[in-house]
């Protein structure tokens, strides 16, 4: 079983991850054409829900006092 440490920071790792998808994201949405800027631009919307999810997960394992660590066990 993983530390809590070690959870945070995988929780960190895919928040930078995230953040880079989006950026690239953000870019192509910029430079698309129409058509294709609603693609980018729906995974754009479910890229960031993902990155919010994380740092909610992130942000509980943070709070004083927390049982999340409890709560995550074999995986959630």
Do not use: C, F
Request: hydrophobic residues 30%.
């Amino acid at each position: 079983m993983k530390t809590t440490d070690e959870y945070r920071q995988k929780l960190v790792a895919e928040l930078i991850e995230q953040s880079a998808r989006i950026d690239v994201l953000v870019v192509k949405s910029r430079q698309a054409a129409a058509d294709i800027k609603h693609t980018y631009d729906q995974e754009l919307e479910e890229l960031r829900a993902k990155q919010q999810e994380t740092t909610k997960k992130l942000q509980a394992l943070e709070e004083p006092g927390s049982n999340t660590w409890e709560n995550i066990g074999d995986g959630g």
